[in-house]
Structures are given as structure tokens and as C-alpha cells.
T-cell receptor, first 115, second 111 residues
Framework: EAQVTQNPRYLITVTGKKLTVTCSQN?????MSWYRQDPGLGLRQIYY???????DKGDVPEGYKVSRKEKRNFPLILESPSPNQTSLYFC??????????????FGPGTRLLVL | GDSVTQMEGPVTLSEEAFLTINCTYT??????LFWYVQYPGEGLQLLLK?????DKGSNKGFEATYRKETTSFHLEKGSVQVSDSAVYFC??????????FGGGTRLMVKP
């Protein structure tokens, strides 16, 4: 089954404790991206990747890091989480050969609470 | 830069009512336009799309027409069901960039 998986689905942590949210897709997609969803603000892009070893900042990259060492994985790293990073996070992917890069497949989301 | 503006919700309708959710955009050139839907507790999924002016996207009874002259992509459905209750996001895509989303519109359909 074609899918994007994220782990963990729910996470409660404390300020300053480094964490990683994993994202993996099994569709051989070139494009992957991370979004955060906040009430009243819709989805805002954090980082995106056009292919392996190619990443770029989205609209709200501060406080986040990403890496793309393998095509299928695109982890999101919070080196020193702060309460304003409490949010719902989505990973997404899309591919050239699929239905085009605007057509993205989304993971189920990771709800993060930073105390 | 690119931007997408949607009507604010929530939109509350009775079953079988007609639905319109307005979406307008600001972008240079000719972006592709999308509607995504988010059901409770789930990630977003593509509902429909249109890639050029005057194209009509349709799926599951929903329709939207790409209107370049009014920079709009309004979502419509003739008869909504309780199962259509969700949050709807309008989005645009430009080659070389990723998706730009609107703020989302929550639809609640009552039996």
C-alpha cells in the first residue's frame, strides 16, 4: 500500500530536549516536505526536499532541521524544542511520475506538545 | 509572493444543501490549483485539481473551476452529506516551489 508514515503520532516533551520525528514514504517520490498546522493559520511549510541531499527552507524554518540522506526518509529534528513549537506536524511527498509535484500524499500527522 | 485566501469557517449546512467555499489566489504566471480535504484525525488528501485556466476539477460530487480572470477556484457541491464534514484547504503550486495553502475552511453538515 502506497503511504507516508510518521512516528511518533503523539509526543509530549519538555523545553530543550532534542527530538526527531521520522517520516518515510514507499512511493519512490523525489519531493518531500514538512508542514505544521496551527489553528487559524492553516498549513505552513517548514522545510522541503527536491531529492536526496537537496533541502531548502520553507516559510517557517526557524528552530528546525532536516536531512535527506535516503530517498524514502525525511526526518524532522528539533534540536532545542520550545513551547511555540507545540503543533500538529505533517510530512508529505510527491513524485514526477505520479501526478505531479503539486499532488502531495500526506502522512497521518504527529501531535507535539512542548512543556 | 504567492498567497491563497479562503472564506473563514465554520460553514454549517443541513444535509442536501448546496455548498460553496470561496478561494482566491495571488500568484504570478499560471499556477496549478488544488483542493485538499482533511477528515477528523487524518492527514490531508487531494480532492481535486486544475492545471490551467478554465479547467474544471471534479471528484466525489465536488467541483471547482480555475478562473484566471477573477483569480478564483471556488469549491462547490450540489448536495452535501454528513460524511462531507471536514476541513477543506485550497492550495496553489508553482513549478520550482512547493504548495502554498489557504487557512482552511471547516464544514459541518447536520442531519
Amino acid at each position: 500500500e502506497a503511504q507516508v508514515t510518521q512516528n511518533p503520532r503523539y509526543l509530549i516533551t519538555v523545553t530543550g530536549k532534542k527530538l526527531t520525528v521520522t517520516c518515510s514514504q514507499n512511493m519512490n517520490h523525489e519531493y518531500m516536505s514538512w508542514y505544521r498546522q496551527d489553528p487559524g493559520l492553516g498549513l505552513r511549510q517548514i522545510y522541503y526536499s527536491m531529492n536526496v541531499e537537496v533541502t531548502d527552507k520553507g516559510d517557517v524554518p526557524e528552530g528546525y532541521k532536516v536531512s535527506r540522506k535516503e530517498k524514502r526518509n525525511f526526518p524532522l529534528i528539533l534540536e532545542s524544542p520550545s513551547p511555540n513549537q507545540t503543533s500538529l506536524y505533517f510530512c508529505a511527498s510527491s513524485g514526477h511520475r505520479d501526478r505531479g509535484p503539486g499532488t502531495q500524499y500526506f502522512g497521518p500527522g504527529t501531535r507535539l506538545l512542548v512543556l | 509572493g504567492d498567497s491563497v485566501t479562503q472564506m473563514e469557517g465554520p460553514v454549517t449546512l443541513s444535509e442536501e444543501a448546496f455548498l460553496t467555499i470561496n478561494c482566491t489566489y495571488t500568484a504570478t504566471g499560471y499556477p496549478s490549483l488544488f483542493w485538499y480535504v482533511q477528515y477528523p484525525g487524518e492527514g490531508l488528501q487531494l480532492l481535486l485539481k486544475a492545471t490551467k485556466a478554465d479547467d474544471k476539477g471534479s471528484n466525489k460530487g465536488f467541483e471547482a473551476t480555475y478562473r484566471k480572470e477573477t483569480t478564483s477556484f471556488h469549491l462547490e457541491k450540489g448536495s452535501v452529506q454528513v460524511s462531507d464534514s471536514a476541513v477543506y484547504f485550497c492550495a496553489l503550486y508553482h513549478a520550482g516551489n512547493m504548495l502554498t495553502f489557504g487557512g482552511g475552511t471547516r464544514l459541518m453538515v447536520k442531519p
